[in-house]
Nanobody
Framework: QVQLVESGGGLVRAGGSLRLSCVVS????????MGWFRQAPGKEREFVTA???????YYTDSAEGRFTISRDNAKNTVYLQMNSLKPEDTAVYYC??????????????????WGQGTQVTVSS
């Protein structure tokens, strides 16, 4: 069973930064496309960013320019660097993994494996 473990969440002031990490318990990590989603209270889970098996990245308009996704295949880890955080970024952030290949990796249904989530709270 593939396990994903997120870390790095916390409380930060608006304008601050956080880096989330997601470690995948899978030796063939490079075969996985990885995504970050988030879910704010009372809202549906939404796509934030993704990185394909070959390193192509995808962002929402709100994440573009502020967030950076990256992967370290040697460490089985995907990162989400979040800068210029806003109160509306407050949510539980989830990483997700898939062995399939997609055009954009933006859909929740694209992913089979999910982490437990990490809370990000941005104060104004």
């Amino acid at each position: 069973q593939v396990q994903l473990v997120e870390s790095g969440g916390g409380l930060v002031r608006a304008g601050g930064s956080l880096r989330l990490s997601c470690v995948v318990s899978e030796r063939t990590f490079r075969a996985y496309g990885m995504g970050w989603f988030r879910q704010a209270p009372g809202k549906e889970r939404e796509f934030v960013t993704a990185i394909s098996q070959s390193g192509i990245t995808y962002y929402t308009d709100s994440a573009e320019g502020r967030f950076t996704i990256s992967r370290d295949n040697a460490k089985n880890t995907v990162y989400l660097q979040m800068n210029s955080l806003k109160p509306e970024d407050t949510a539980v952030y989830y990483c997700a993994a898939t062995t399939e290949y997609y055009t954009t990796y933006r859909e929740m249904s694209d992913y089979v494996y999910w982490g437990q989530g990490t809370q990000v709270t941005v104060s104004s």
